[in-house]
């Protein structure tokens, strides 16, 4: 039987919320989430898997005990799996300002960047190791912030994802892309079940 080949892609787990964003840490919940995920991952069986991270301390935090217990992998941060700059507004929350960007894909705030101007940015990234995983026989794993998945999933996949689906979201949540041993896609799976301390916000 033929490899079903995967792209898996991981929000970070639950942070805290004080100190600077790239610096935040697993809370408790996080570093419970991060051993279940740990597990569910193990329970995969993947081989030869390639892991990209963003820098941010949450994510790497997410994926180390997986990495701790299986040796042979480390993860390869990247400045492309950064979250994305979104500065604060006087006139809009938070999460009015993700629904506007969700709504209009040239939507940024101050110095902030668009959703469409950021895949732009990190298409290059994403081409490289696309076509790394076409070529290859190695499933890949990547960490990184629930908006830039979103972003990936919608832009470079062309699988539909909007505010909505963002709302969905949980810390940590899980994102697989299954392809066949000629890279045909074949379906994408969230799976989130099995994850103590599952957060919703």
């Not at 081409?127 to 979103?150: C, M, P, Q, W, Y």
């Amino acid at each position: 039987m033929k490899k079903i080949k995967k792209i898996i892609f991981i929000r970070h787990g639950k942070a805290a919320m004080a100190g600077q964003d790239h610096e935040r840490e697993l809370d408790e919940d996080g570093i419970i989430q991060a051993g279940s995920l740990k597990k569910k991952l193990i329970g995969l069986g993947l081989q030869n898997t390639k892991i990209y991270s963003s820098p941010f301390k949450r994510a790497v935090q997410t994926i180390e005990p997986f990495l701790t217990e299986t040796s042979d992998n480390k993860a390869i941060t990247t400045s492309d799996l950064e979250e994305i700059h979104m500065p604060k507004d006087d006139k809009l929350t938070k999460h009015q300002i993700i629904e506007k960007m969700w709504e209009d894909e040239s939507f940024k705030v101050g110095n902030g960047i668009s959703h469409l101007d950021h895949f732009n940015k990190i298409k290059p990234f994403l081409d490289e190791i696309f076509e790394k995983f076409k070529s290859g026989n190695e499933d890949i794993i990547v960490i990184t912030h629930g908006v830039l998945i979103g972003i990936i999933l919608k832009f470079f996949f062309k699988i539909k994802f909007g505010f909505n689906d963002w709302k969905k979201m949980t810390m940590p949540d899980i994102y697989m892309l299954n392809y066949d041993a000629d890279n045909n896609f074949i379906e994408m799976k969230r799976d989130n079940n099995n994850i103590e301390r599952i957060f919703s916000i």
